[in-house]
């Protein structure tokens, strides 16, 4: 009688420790490959799970990938408002360019690259453009030293440093990138 129980389809209850270790591994695999062409089974396997257990955990594999970038979504970093704006402008550059937040960076440019076309991607590239241009806005806002229209500078400003971060990272020429940056945040305060 009671072996019959096991035949039920009694779906397994998620274990929440083990779904956020799968979240965090998934995040560290996606900074190190990258989105284009993501497939269970190598995911998986360097998680040391089975692609349905992925599935069990997490319903599908866009929603694995869902949870899985927006957890790794680079935060802007506060904007000091006692501080001249170009130098805030150059310490978020630095932090996309060089600090921790630049394997982030790089995966969301390709989630947004990818979603030109992916329209599964579409909700979170335009959320986290949107969530960017709401923090910068805020921020240019309250700046004493900005007297242009909040939102157009953030545009100016999220749009051109995630080009300028674009070219960084593919070309690696750090130095013309750089002088890029100072001449936006310049002409950002002159706005």
Known sequence: MCSNCYSQGVARPIDAQRRQELLDGTVDYLIG??????????????????????????????????????????????????????????????????????ARVMLTLEVMALAVHDETLRPLALATTTEWLDRVTEALERHPAYSGDPREGATLLVSGLKGFALDLYVTGDTARVESAVRRLARALVDL
Request: charged residues 20%; hydrophobic residues 45%; proline residues 6%.
């Open 33 to 102: 490959h990258g989105v284009a062409g993501l497939s269970l089974r190598p995911l998986a396997d360097a998680l040391g799970t089975s692609d349905r257990m992925l599935i069990h955990h997490f319903g599908s594999k866009q929603e694995l990938l869902t949870q899985a970038l927006a957890a790794s979504a680079p935060r802007v970093p506060p904007f000091d408002t006692s501080a001249r704006l170009d130098d805030t402008i150059l310490g978020i550059w630095h932090a996309m360019a060089e600090g921790s937040q630049r």
